[in-house]
């Protein structure tokens, strides 16, 4: 079936073509598709467990690739096909032990030297939790700092200041009521939490 109106030597060349990488982050199903086949070739490869495509990682990876890979990809930052090499490459390892999980019934069971899954499966979680604060800090750090810089001063000081000041010492040294401030740090959150989602 072939829904986007591709050429036999487009299909058998994707290798070669070029994607517009902003208009398959903005949606374009053509560009998406094009990604897919150019990198259909290592999907599948990454996807094979013993010997056999299996269907429900590929799928995974290619879920991955458009809703979690490409919206977060800067071609002036490098390779799409290493990015997406790696990054799959940590799906199949933790479908792997889904699947290792699944047959044996038991995370207490012991891997090798005295290792038990799930001690690797908590090792994994909390390196992925450390990865995503650590990218959560710096993004709302690089929100903070393009706040007004009134925002800035009352963010600064209530929420990251150690002792925080209260709204009366803010309101007091900004020239404003306590309520005020109340009412703009609450704006600020609301803001915050837009941006962060």
Do not use: C
Not at 1 to 23: A, G, P, R
Not at 56 to 78: N, S, T, W
């Amino acid at each position: 079936m072939n829904y986007f109106n591709l050429t036999q030597y487009q299909v058998d060349n994707f290798d070669k073509i070029i994607i517009d990488f902003q208009k398959a982050k903005e949606g374009d199903s053509h560009e998406q598709l094009k990604l897919i086949l150019k990198y259909l070739r290592l999907i599948k490869k990454i996807s094979t467990i013993s010997g056999k495509i299996d269907e429900d990682l590929m799928q995974e990876i290619i879920i991955d690739l458009l809703v979690d890979i490409l919206p977060g990809y800067d071609e002036k930052k490098g390779d799409f096909g290493k990015r997406l090499g790696i990054i799959a490459g940590n799906k199949k390892k933790n479908y792997l032990k889904y699947l290792y999980i699944r047959k044996h019934n038991s995370i207490d069971e012991k891997i090798e030297d005295g290792i038990e899954l799930k001690d690797t499966l908590i090792e994994d979680i909390n390196l992925e939790n450390q990865y995503i604060n650590k990218e959560t800090r710096k993004k709302l750090f690089e929100l903070i700092s393009q706040l007004k810089p009134k925002h800035q001063y009352m963010v600064n000081e209530y929420y990251l200041k150690d002792p925080p000041l209260t709204l009366k010492e803010i309101g007091q040294q900004l020239g404003y009521s306590h309520e005020y401030v109340r009412q703009e740090l609450k704006k600020v959150r609301r803001y915050l939490k837009r941006k962060m989602l």
